[in-house]
């Protein structure tokens, strides 16, 4: 099962049970419904259902989660994690960027060596694959425009589930892409653009989705913010992937952006 602690996983499930979240709940001010409906995406409303279903995962009402982490050994975060190399952005990412502390994960941002880029960032995959179920993180974002903070799935049949990529300061976007069919330069893509009240960099939230055969259902601190229907068209197994990157797409890069980080405290996976 991957679990780093006997610890991690009491501290997880008292404060479900509670409804104690990893910090005040941040409060949704605009959501924009972004790109066109697919047939194997559609875009609706969420509803009193998928609050009852999250809700009963965060009160630990499924059992034990089928992995947690919360990222302070670095023996497993080898064994489970896999880090990556890449120099295809605004930043390169090299597993020494890619940091287990006693506090959690940092996906540090650094001068890049050896790299196209002059910045790198970090980037990991789960080795472990996982069906339909709950995944959550706790996240606070790196507190500088352009950087990309994002917690995303892969599916073996190659769709793409990102359960959030947070912008400075209060920007979440929510995506499904169908990494099947590239319409020019980017995959096609149905999701949402998100805005909050709180600033994302300033304190750790909940970030999270609810993955079923028939659905994908976002959520932010336990409140479930949008969800599209999928109707069985998502059937692969998928990974987990934390990653950071300096892009145009994410804001304005600072000059210097060495020094600054995204931050994951704790991640657990719960099987439907």
Not at 19 to 36: D, I, T, Y
Not at 45 to 65: E, M
Not at 109 to 124: E, K, L, Y
Request: proline share 5%; charged share 20%; net charge negative.
């Amino acid at each position: 099962m991957g679990v780093n602690s006997v610890a991690l996983r009491f501290i997880l499930l008292v404060a479900a049970v509670l409804g104690v979240p990893a910090s005040h709940a941040a409060s949704l001010q605009k959501l924009s419904w972004g790109n066109p409906d697919q047939p194997w995406g559609t875009r609706r409303p969420v509803t009193g259902a998928d609050r009852t279903a999250i809700a009963r995962y965060r009160a630990g009402q499924h059992g034990k989660p089928a992995f947690a982490t919360d990222f302070t050994a670095a023996a497993a975060l080898s064994s489970e994690w896999l880090m990556q190399s890449d120099d295809d952005l605004k930043s390169c990412r090299r597993p020494e960027n890619v940091v287990a502390t006693s506090s959690g994960l940092q996906l540090q941002t650094r001068v890049a060596t050896g790299c196209r880029a002059q910045w790198s960032t970090g980037f990991i995959i789960s080795r472990q694959h996982f069906g339909y179920g709950f995944f959550e993180a706790t996240i606070k974002a790196g507190d500088i425009d352009g950087l990309n903070n994002a917690f995303w799935l892969v599916t073996e049949d190659h769709f793409e589930i990102d359960v959030c990529e947070l912008h400075y300061p209060n920007i979440d976007r929510m995506t499904l892409h169908d990494n099947n069919r590239i319409d020019g330069k980017f995959p096609i893509a149905v999701g949402f653009d998100s805005r909050f009240a709180e600033n994302f960099a300033e304190e750790f939230h909940d970030f999270g989705v609810l993955w079923t055969p028939t659905d994908i259902v976002f959520e932010v601190d336990g409140e479930p913010v949008a969800a599209i229907r999928t109707n069985g068209s998502i059937k692969g197994p998928t990974d987990i992937r934390l990653s950071s990157a300096l892009m145009d797409y994410a804001g304005k890069i600072p000059a210097n952006p060495a020094g600054h980080a995204m931050y994951v405290r704790s991640l657990r996976v719960y099987s439907l």
